[in-house]
């Protein structure tokens, strides 16, 4: 477990290739993203130099699922972005979105915890795979913003998560019309 707490080193060679230094082998930007969907911190440096890239690489990450199509940022978010450049030393705009996130994060720790604690439905068969499903969309959309992360639902390695979250819903949904 304390290898999870540290960061994961990936080094980039003079070549641009990355090598995870963990598995030894070389991976890539859809391997980094990966490893931070499962809420691991990484860490990219260039072998020569010893300079720290990972906001680089970050950055590189998020641009290409965005011109894939996979827009989480609004045009009007990415505007804000910009214009904060523009500001002598960024103004608000990290620390307000380093805050934003913590509170996310926290809320919806909160709502799993109450939703456990007061739902009538935590006593239906199928509530914890529904309540893992949240568990684990939450931490896909929060983890890599910032050094911290939420709550780690217990999942098996290698799994496709959206394959087993379908798997879960159509299983829940049986269920459910059963009761009926």
Avoid at 59 to 84: C, F, K, M, T
Avoid at 125 to 132: D, K, N, R, S, Y
Avoid at 162 to 176: D, F, G, H, V
């Amino acid at each position: 477990m304390a290898d999870k707490e540290k960061p994961l080193l990936i080094k980039r060679y003079a070549s641009r290739r990355l090598y995870n230094t963990e598995t030894s082998d070389y991976v890539t930007l859809e391997d980094i993203a990966g490893f931070i969907r499962k809420g691991r911190e990484v860490q990219i440096v260039d072998l020569k130099s010893g300079d720290d890239l990972t906001r680089q690489y970050l950055l590189q990450i998020i641009a290409e699922h965005e011109s894939r199509g996979e827009n989480v940022l609004p045009v009007n978010v990415l505007n804000d972005l910009v214009r904060s450049y523009m500001v002598p030393g960024g103004g608000m705009m990290p620390q307000f979105l380093q805050s934003s996130f913590d509170m996310l994060r926290e809320n919806q720790a909160k709502m799993m915890k109450n939703m456990s604690a007061m739902n009538p439905m935590a006593k239906l068969p199928g509530f914890e795979a529904l309540q893992a499903q949240q568990e684990a969309f939450i931490k896909a959309m929060t983890s890599g913003w910032s050094g911290s992360s939420g709550p780690e639902p217990e999942r098996e390695e290698g799994s496709d998560d959206l394959t087993e979250i379908k798997k879960q819903l159509a299983e829940l949904q049986t269920k459910l019309s059963k009761l009926k």
